[in-house]
């Protein structure tokens, strides 16, 4: 075997001369994996993630899955489910009020294609529908409790 020479400061297998950049590691040390805490925003209650059986989040999931195809889906799951967990009937109670408002908006732009401009606003109200009930059932799904940020809330 042969000896290598050891590392100087100008070669490849050296670290750099001098501290690291501000929030970089040191060469050669891996950073610790921490857990942050969840910052309030659109969606969080509190900035809390809910500690949670796995039924309960498959639950809440479905509630906004379901509200994809019709608002049925979270009534039945509000009327049946959410009297066994408060985070079930919170999610089903959110979800069928954002699919009443969705109901209300899609009749509207029913009523405005008379005006021509009911033309534009389905295929939009369509895009919030999809985009907004994707991140609810990923966010349920988390264990996070979800609020729409457009919705009147009627059921609760």
Not at 10 to 38: I, M
Not at 74 to 98: H, M
Not at 118 to 144: C, D, K, S, W
Request: aromatic residues 10%.
């Amino acid at each position: 075997m042969t000896d290598l020479p050891p590392p100087s400061d100008q070669g490849w297998g050296a670290p750099p001369p001098g501290p690291p950049p501000y929030g970089q590691q040191a060469w050669g040390q891996q950073q610790a994996w921490q857990a942050h805490p969840v910052q309030p925003g659109p969606g969080l209650v509190g900035g809390q993630r809910y500690s949670l059986s796995s039924d309960e989040r498959t639950m809440g999931m479905l509630s906004h899955l379901l509200g994809l195809f019709s608002f049925l889906g979270p009534l039945v799951i509000f009327l049946t489910k959410g009297k066994e967990s408060s985070f079930v009937r919170d999610q089903a109670a959110e979800a069928l009020n954002f699919q009443l408002t969705l109901l209300l908006a899609y009749v509207v732009s029913m009523f405005l294609m008379l005006a021509l401009i009911g033309f534009l606003l389905v295929p939009a109200v369509f895009i919030v529908h999809i985009v907004y009930g994707i991140i609810a059932t990923m966010r349920a799904n988390e264990g996070i409790a979800y609020r729409y940020p457009i919705c009147i809330r009627l059921v609760s």
